[in-house]
């Protein structure tokens, strides 16, 4: 370890980091499963229970906005529900994606764990969350099937998407929020007005020419690339540029300021 | 192979406060009491400095003990050494598999089963589910946890999940061990059984930091002890020659003194040897160790339990005798506390144990009744029915019965100094206990004038040799079974004609006298 690391050094110690996280494959999916059964323990329904009021506010969010909408019921439902689903994945993401290291602070102060190895707990923990509301998503389509065609098969690629973005998420977020404790807040009061701007209850098209102010919003496509396969509607190119782009810009900031800022993370947790 | 090292040079932590946004302190270092450093760093915010500046060069072979008060920097500096912190400036380098003991419990979870946390806080530790698998069978069974090992951990006793964080910790065989205070588990007889098997693991690292406040722990276990005082290295001290190497290196700055120092202390030797330390040195370890237990009378101790100084009936006993109005207090004004408490504890176990044998006290040497007034007061005397034969000339040291070499040893200017007369104060403080009877006199000439046919409590205290070894020829005889006499200049070495008669006759009696660590010397009667 020298003592001024250069820039190129920095880099390849994070990326190390992020190597070694990765690999630590029995220490971040047991933390994050232990950390589901901490939250659930001696709870009958466990996660359930989220899935329950889920299902709940679905069932009665449909037939309302559905009919505010003018949306055909059996055409709607299905959109809302997944919508709902996926968005509630995106949305814990960005909520517990800021206490990724603060979290872990007892670790981080220490142990020698690649930082990285927290950030892929949390996101861990959120799919297997996601999983369980799956449930949701199926009991939807069992009533209202809607025309089943290879297209499904792109779902598992949109939550992947999902996935390896939220790893650069948190590590910018949780390495933000460590610092500035600012950023838990207001990432907490952007989500709400978030869940607004992106076609979760509302159709894009309903936007008519103003339909850009959906489409530059990352997130309607990272929702997009998950509803439309299950929706057995096609998936626009439009949204794959935007989620590889996303992927790609991400990355590389967060690397830049995981690079910069990796070392300071333990003093300031 | 690589061989395990701990290279630290120059090491500089420092942490930054935030939200202190802070108008006293100015652009100059703070020397707070305690802890690091407070400073500003070049963008101007406040940071504490917790290490400024450590290098060291830990081998294999290193034992370290880490010292130095509460915000020395001990507890930052084995963080660092974990990996956890990243130094700020300077270098550190770290080979070898490193085994943290920070914090034992660290992953493990309250609702999990017990055996569900091996495996929790087996992965914390790095190791694979198989390699975990390989040692839970161990693990389990060193932690004697039975069929609660199925249950969570929160249904156990704060003794059980230490034990099994303990045993999980201790599995791990590793080449570099860090321990932020000797670690210790459970009740009385799993520490025993815990301490050994720390003790092996510790024994086949290379090298182990271990910091602490406790002087036992340092000096059993390292053969390096190095001091942090506001974070910066205060002192570095090396008590054995290093297996490595040339034995030493030129960081031990303070290292054996001379050149033959490696030749006398064997290498393979992890025993640190007090005996081959100068005593600047030692002065270094003493200071190390904090407040001493006790420090009176040439008797200093770090470690010993000295649980009599807490004792109320003792310590009431205690200033009885010191309130007798001698006149020994060697510097002006003395409150009367000649601060020999541990030589006074001495007399009172003796006469407690004497109270229960038949057979009369005698001290020979009262002067004023310091420790026999203490007796008195804390056997309640007057209970026992006993009598109390107080021998003295109640004037001082006989000029006649010194020998040249005692005169020589200062016993004349003694007696000039601090014995006067002092029979009537002595008969004062005896008056509450009528079957105190002075016999005022030279010993040996007043013995055979007192009826004393059995004695259980001899106390002798005459200050030179020749009526102390006539009184023990005396009352030897006398002495009941069980008997105790307790001979108070016996090992102090101003006093060593006393001790050569005394032994003397000891031998002749196929007896041999008990040194006693407060200079005093012990005699039971078979």
């Known amino acids: ?269 | 192979m690589t061989t395990p090292r701990i290279k630290a040079d120059s090491v500089v932590v420092e942490f930054p406060i935030y939200g202190s946004q802070s108008r006293s302190f100015r652009r100059t270092f703070i020397r707070a009491a305690t802890g690091g450093r407070l400073a500003r760093d070049s963008a101007d915010r406040v940071v504490i400095r917790a290490l400024d500046g450590v290098s060291f060069d830990f081998r294999e072979g290193d034992r370290v003990g880490l010292v130095g008060h509460n915000g020395s920097g001990k507890s930052t500096l084995l963080r660092v050494i974990a990996g956890a912190y990243v130094p700020v400036a300077g270098s550190l380098d770290v080979v070898g598999r490193v085994a943290s003991m920070l914090s034992i419990t660290l992953g493990m979870d309250p609702e999990a089963t017990g055996f569900e946390n091996i495996f929790l806080r087996g992965a914390i530790m790095g190791l694979s589910p198989s390699e975990i698998e390989e040692r839970v069978d161990e693990i389990c069974a060193f932690a004697e946890l039975g069929d609660y090992i199925d249950m969570p951990l929160r249904t156990y006793s704060s003794g059980m999940s230490m034990r099994l964080a303990f045993a999980i910790s201790t599995s791990l065989k590793a080449d570099i061990i860090l321990m932020d205070e000797w670690l210790s588990a459970g009740d009385a007889s799993f520490t025993a059984k815990a301490q050994k098997r720390l003790l092996e693991l510790v024994e086949q690292a290379k090298i182990l930091v271990v910091a602490s406040h406790s002087p036992e722990t340092i000096h059993t276990n390292c053969n390096r002890i190095l001091r942090l005082d506001h974070g910066s290295v205060a002192g570095e001290t090396t008590l054995v020659a290093m297996p490595h190497g040339t034995g030493m290196d030129e960081s031990s700055r303070l290292a054996q003194p001379d050149s033959n120092a490696r030749e006398r202390s064997k290498p393979e030797s992890s025993v640190p040897k007090m005996s081959q330390l100068s005593l600047e040195e030692r002065l270094q370890i003493w200071t190390s160790r904090g407040q001493p237990s006790y420090d009176e009378n040439n008797l200093v101790t770090w470690s010993q339990s000295t649980d009599f100084l807490h004792d109320e009936r003792f310590l009431a006993a205690y200033r009885r005798g010191m309130a007798s109005g001698h006149n020994l207090s060697m510097f002006a004004g003395s409150d009367g506390d000649l601060r020999i408490r541990w030589r006074v504890a001495m007399y009172c176990w003796a006469a407690r144990h004497a109270a229960r044998l038949p057979g009369d006290f005698v001290d020979c040497g009262t002067g004023t009744g310091i420790y026999s007034l203490a007796v008195c007061h804390y056997i309640d005397f007057n209970a026992t029915g006993k009598s109390f034969w107080l021998f003295d000339t109640f004037e001082g040291i006989p000029e006649e019965q010194m020998s040249d070499d005692e005169r020589t040893l200062g016993r004349a200017d003694e007696n000039q100094a601090r014995f006067g007369p002092c029979y009537e104060r002595a008969r004062e403080n005896f008056a509450p206990y009528p079957k105190a009877r002075l016999v005022r006199g030279k010993v040996p000439d007043t013995l055979a004038t007192a009826a004393v046919d059995r004695v259980c409590y001899l106390s002798i205290d005459m200050n030179i040799a020749y009526p102390e070894r006539a009184a023990l020829e005396h009352f030897w005889p006398r002495l009941v079974t069980g008997g105790i006499a307790i001979l108070d200049n016996y090992g102090w070495l101003p006093y060593r004609a006393q001790k050569a008669a005394l032994d003397e006759f000891a031998a002749q009696n196929g007896v041999e006298v008990m040194m006693l660590p407060t200079g005093q010397g012990l005699l039971i009667k078979a």
């Not at chain 1, 500035?180 to 309903?206: A, C, H, N, Y």
Request: aromatic residues 14%; contains cysteine.
């Open chain 1, 1 to 269: 370890m020298s003592p001024q690391p250069t820039s190129t050094n920095r880099v390849a110690l994070a990326l190390e980091d992020m190597k070694e996280g990765l690999c630590s494959i029995h220490v971040w999916p047991m933390l994050g499963w232990q950390e589901i059964k901490q939250r659930y323990r001696r709870s009958a329904l466990g996660p359930f229970w989220i899935t329950l009021s889920t299902g709940a506010m679905i069932g009665a969010m449909g037939p309302l906005y559905g009919k505010l909408l003018g949306q055909d019921f059996g055409a709607y439902l299905p959109f809302l529900g997944i919508g709902m689903i996926v968005w509630m994945l995106i949305a814990n993401l960005l909520n517990e994606s800021c206490a990724t290291f603060t979290s872990a602070s007892g670790y981080i102060q220490q142990l020698k764990l690649p930082l990285t190895v927290h950030v892929l707990r949390t996101v861990f923990r959120n799919l297997i969350i996601f999983a369980h509301h799956l449930v949701v998503i199926a009991i939807v389509l069992f009533f209202y099937p809607p025309k089943l065609d290879w297209t499904l098969l792109l779902m598992p690629v949109g939550v992947a998407f999902i996935a390896i973005n939220a790893v650069w998420l948190g590590i910018l977020l949780g390495l933000l929020s460590a610092r500035f404790r600012d950023i838990p807040q207001f990432v907490g009061s952007l989500v709400p007005l978030l869940f607004f701007l992106t076609p979760v209850i509302w159709k894009p098209e309903m936007l008519g020419r103003y339909r850009w102010a959906a489409d530059i919003n990352p997130v309607t496509h990272f929702l997009e690339a998950v509803r439309a396969p299950l929706l057995g509607e096609p998936v626009s190119w439009q949204t794959w540029v935007a989620l590889t782009a996303t992927t790609i810009v991400g990355y590389t900031v967060a690397l830049i300021a995981f690079s910069r800022f990796r070392t300071r993370i333990a003093y300031w947790v």
